[in-house]
């Protein structure tokens, strides 16, 4: 079970910023996901917190991405697609430090 501490999309310098953390029953992950007008500006990853510092584990690239379809210049982003994108990236996350 997960528990959501966390979680915000804001749009700041041409780009639309999503970030999530969770607890899955101790482990603490942040998802960050930027959605700039530039796919080479952008980033999807998941860290974990050892204690100290965060880890990243996983990322990918925004092209495989459901948040890839925001663009900046709108006035809204969808979050449920960022959430979507988030849910894939803490699941991969997950696998790899079972």
Not at 17 to 44: C, F, K, W
Not at 77 to 83: G, H, L, P, V
Request: with cysteine; glycine share 2%.
């Amino acid at each position: 079970m997960s528990t959501t501490i966390q979680e915000d999309l804001w749009n700041a310098r041409s780009s639309w910023n999503y970030t999530a953390i969770t607890d899955h029953e101790g482990t603490r992950l942040r998802v960050e996901i930027r959605r700039n007008a530039y796919d080479d500006q952008s980033h999807a990853i998941c860290e974990r917190w050892d204690g100290s510092t965060w880890q990243q584990v996983t990322s990918r690239p925004i092209e495989v991405m459901v948040s890839r379809i925001e663009s900046y210049v709108t006035q809204t982003a969808d979050i449920e697609k960022f959430r979507q994108d988030a849910d894939d990236l803490r699941s991969r996350a997950l696998a790899v430090i079972a």
